[in-house]
T-cell receptor
Framework: DVKVTQSSRYLVKRTGEKVFLECVQDMDHENMFWYRQDPGLGLRLIYF???????EKGDIPEGYSVSREKKERFSLILESASTNQTSMYLC??????????FGSGTRLTVV | DQQVKQNSPSLSVQEGRISILNCDYT??????FLWYKKYPAEGPTFLISISSIKDKNEDGRFTVFLNKSAKHLSLHIVPSQPGDSAVYFC?????????FGQGTRLTINP
């Protein structure tokens, strides 16, 4: 089974800090995704990538950027953390358009 | 614009009875639909899916029904068990990415 590993389960950061969320998958998946989950809003797509060095904006990219230098690693960057970015962040990878596997999530609190 | 909607934020069902979770979508280009289950502090896990060429798919206690004309799908769990208590997300596939609904929190009461 493919495994998607998110580096931190819980993070607390200060407003204005630059924050890096790391995600690594151990299968040879082309596609990787970053979502955030908020109560009542479900899972919203922030950014995704179909290949190394490639990235595309999702539905809510504002305040975020991503990096995919290697196929197995997809990083989400909060350039200047704000309190409205307090959320659960979920990384996923897939071999095609349907076979998503999610990581366990990172609960980020911005104070 | 919410393309995938789960209008019930929560549902409470007695153990052993049927749980029915509903989902509506607006984009007729979606051609594959999935249900994910999520426990607290864990990532969502795949539960069951259905292609738009079918109207029903069954896997053990879980059955998904698709009504394309109504742009509606539902997940039936029977019999419901305490371990089914979780948040359930429906998702629709379009252009290599999934669009998720808001989720329904299912609670199974003993």
């Amino acid at each position: 089974d493919v495994k998607v590993t998110q580096s931190s389960r819980y993070l607390v950061k200060r407003t204005g800090e630059k924050v890096f969320l790391e995600c690594v998958q151990d299968m040879d998946h082309e596609n990787m995704f970053w979502y955030r989950q908020d109560p009542g809003l479900g899972l919203r797509l922030i950014y995704f990538s179909y290949d190394v060095k490639m990235k595309e904006k999702g539905d809510i990219p504002e305040g975020y950027s991503v990096s995919r230098e290697k196929k197995e690693r997809f990083s989400l960057i909060l350039e200047s953390a704000s309190t409205n970015q307090t959320s659960m962040y979920l990384c996923a990878s897939s071999w095609g358009r349907n076979g998503y596997t999610f990581g366990s999530g990172t609960r980020l609190t911005v104070v | 614009d919410q393309q995938v909607k789960q209008n019930s934020p929560s549902l409470s069902v007695q153990e052993g009875r049927i749980s029915i979770l509903n989902c509506d979508y607006t984009n007729s280009m979606f051609d594959y639909f999935l249900w994910y289950k999520k426990y607290p502090a864990e990532g969502p896990t795949f539960l069951i899916s259905i292609s738009s060429i079918k109207d029903k798919n069954e896997d053990g206690r879980f059955t998904v029904f698709l009504n394309k004309s109504a742009k509606h799908l539902s997940l039936h769990i029977v019999p419901s068990q305490p371990g089914d208590s979780a948040v359930y997300f429906c998702a629709a596939s379009g252009a290599q990415k999934l669009v998720f609904g808001q989720g329904t929190r299912l609670t199974i009461n003993p």
